[in-house]
T-cell receptor, first 115, second 109 residues
């Protein structure tokens, strides 16, 4: 299994600012993902973080709003840019080892509140 | 597009009772299905992973079954305890993971 650490665990942000969330995995993983969980909702995939190249974004999510980096096989960042109250959510980093049939693991999440 | 449904949305049982949580999905061409537990304000903890070729998986008091042809999975939790109170999510992997909305379980002492 993989242990995933995220920081910050929570933050309160002002409208119009940007925040970067860091995700560190304790072992090399093939795939890393970023999810959003809005209050009372299930998880929505934002993007797949690709090592050394641009992330693959899901419909409704764009790079200008959610730039993602993945410089190596154990680390990724998600930036939430120009935040508005609608961005208040839990952002979750996840990772998968091995093939696409492998088990998915999650970090503890980063709870963002935008005022 | 894969649609994942979990019924019921919420469940309250007395301690000791067995729990039955249901998950259905619309496209049976899946790699696997995974059950997670989420405590309030926390991340997801993986409970069981069932590959598409498997019928069931067991871990302690937890047993998950998979009927791919009918698009259904069931999570059984035996002899529930107050510590089992959480939201349980199923996720279907057909290259991308699609999550259900979850079943929120309350086990009353």
């Amino acid at each position: 299994s993989a242990v995933i650490s995220q920081k910050p665990s929570r933050d309160i942000c002002q409208r119009g600012t940007s925040l970067t969330i860091q995700c560190q995995v304790d072992s090399q993983v093939t795939m890393m993902f970023w999810y959003r969980q809005q209050p009372g909702q299930s998880l929505t995939l934002i993007a797949t973080a690709n090592q050394g190249s641009e992330a693959t974004y899901e419909s409704g999510f764009v790079i200008d709003k959610f730039p993602i980096s993945r410089p190596n096989l154990t680390f990724s960042t998600l930036t939430v840019s120009n935040m508005s109250p609608e961005d208040s959510s839990i952002y979750l980093c996840s990772a998968k080892q091995g093939a696409n049939t492998g088990e998915l693991f999650f970090g503890e999440g980063s709870r963002l509140t935008v005022l | 597009k894969q649609e994942v449904t979990q019924i019921p949305a919420a469940l309250s049982v007395p301690e000791g009772e067995n729990l039955v949580l249901n998950c259905s999905f619309t496209d049976s061409a899946i790699y696997n299905l995974q059950w997670f537990r989420q405590d309030p304000g926390k991340g997801l903890t993986s409970l069981l992973l069932i590959q598409s070729s498997q019928r069931e998986q067991t871990s302690g008091r937890l047993n998950a079954s998979l009927d791919k042809s009918s698009g259904r999975s069931t999570l059984y939790i035996a002899a529930s305890q107050p510590g089992d109170s959480a939201t349980y999510l199923c996720a279907v992997n057909d290259y991308k993971l699609s999550f259900g909305a979850g079943t929120t379980v309350t086990v009353r002492a």
